[in-house]
């Protein structure tokens, strides 16, 4: 436990101070950063790296490093690259007082720096050209160290304002669930789609269902928000949907409806 | 094909005139039609029909018919029924010149009345609770007869603005892609909140994720906007998402898989 005069200190240390980052990576979370940091008047950014430079064209007034062991001192670095490379990427910067990676998939401990550790993991599915709302981005935060963590969340306040602290077993269990509410409700869409192509129905006309269902659980359980023919036993709707199908979407649909019943015994 | 001065009269008497509807049925969608469509000058509501009378209190200012096989005459009558009901319901429905079904997977030819058949189809989810608004929700007509299509049409647009042209089989598969992108996507999001809820992870981290999943199809084709493991073939992290669920989340997990990397090889 720290002292509360010690607390207090450190935010007093952390308004006070401009905090100095090096964000690292090339991809879309570090574009997005990037972008998102540049006119934060407490922020610094120190310098920028991507193995291939070229990825930053877009920042050239801002001082990209030739190597990952030069770079400069900074109070944190953000390793923003492909889960396989944090281990390789983080064991070369030894001039970072905190150094985070911002990885759903990653566990604290593949970071490899000899400093201090913690994670900056924002949940949202990122593209390169669609601007990011940060203020309605989840960073998702974690850092062993309680002035760490403070520190994390002072830049993260910065830019956004949904702030959770996530340890490293709830980041892995969230990183699925947002598979399951991202990739596969995707991937649901993407079989309503094919049903209505093949019958010239417009897939427009599913649009504002998709809308609904996804505004609906924003207030109530998705379990109370559940409706159709699973969740009432329909067994003769269930049959006519069965036989309107691929083989594949007819196995889809018989898992997905006897979840949903088996879901109700429980 | 009708003469083009035949259309027009039709035009003519459509809006030059009262439509009289009638309206039965006691649950949700007969309640917000009925709501819709009491301020609306052009359309009168001339009775309406509950097998339960006192599922109408809301609307007792307005004409409740004792008895299906005695109600007046009107241009349309919608029956807001059960599905399995629409048959014996539409039988007793003498007096009206049309009569129309709203059930997404019921046929045309579920209707037994002697008269004229129509489908007025609203794909949206209702509860009796929440406000519905309208302009937001699609109308799947269809009619055999093109002047009674016409009537739904203008019918349709006194409350709405997303109007189209749905046709029985088309009806049929739009309702079993609703499934997919409503009950079973719900279905998804319960999944997440299980594992979130299991790991003390609040739920509400998911739901910018699941606003922008929805969001992003509204301009991109499904295909397109998939992301993810099973997009990228990426079986590390496949398998290491297996290994934190439950059995029958594991064979959800898989057949999804399966499926979005069946689609790439198309």
């Known amino acids: ?10 935010k007093i240390n952390i ?53 990952l062991n030069e770079m400069k ?58 601007e990011v709302d940060f203020s309605d981005v989840p960073f ?3 850092a062993p160290n309680p002035d760490d963590f403070a520190l994390l969340k002072t830049l993260a306040e910065c830019i956004g304002s949904k702030i959770y ?11 699925v669930a947002a598979v399951f509410v991202n990739n596969f409700t995707n991937h649901l869409y993407k079989i309503g789609y ?3 192509n093949r019958y010239a129905v417009p897939f427009e006309v599913l649009h504002p269902l998709i809308g609904e269902t996804a505004a609906k659980i924003q207030n109530l359980a998705p379990e109370s928000a559940q409706t159709g023919p699973a969740k009432r036993n329909d067994e003769k709707t269930i ?3 069965l036989n309107l199908l691929t083989q594949e979407q007819q196995e889809i ?11 109700k015994k429980l």
């Open 140 to 142: 998702c935060l974690e």
């Open 194 to 196: 094919d049903i209505c």
């Open 15 to 67: 308004f006070a101070y401009m905090i100095r980052i090096a964000i690292i990576g090339g991809g879309n979370i570090a574009h997005h950063l990037i972008r998102a940091f540049l006119p934060v008047p407490q922020v610094e950014i120190v310098e920028l790296y991507a193995r291939k430079p070229e990825q930053l064209s877009e920042f050239n007034t801002l001082p990209i490093a030739h190597s």
């Open 1 to 10: 436990m720290q002292k509360k005069s010690q607390i207090l200190l450190n």
């Open 165 to 175: 602290a996530i340890n490293s077993e709830q980041r892995r269990y969230l990183h």
């Open 253 to 263: 649909y018989q898992l997905l409806t006897d979840s949903i019943r088996n879901g």
């Open 73 to 130: 001192a900074v109070d944190v670095a953000i390793v923003a690259v492909s889960d396989d490379a944090i281990s390789i990427v983080s064991q070369q910067l030894n001039n970072a007082r905190l150094v985070v990676h911002t990885s759903g998939s990653a566990d604290l401990q593949s970071l490899e720096n000899s400093q201090r550790k913690g994670v900056f993991y924002l949940l949202q599915s990122f593209s390169k050209a669609k």
């Open 239 to 241: 049959q006519k949907h």
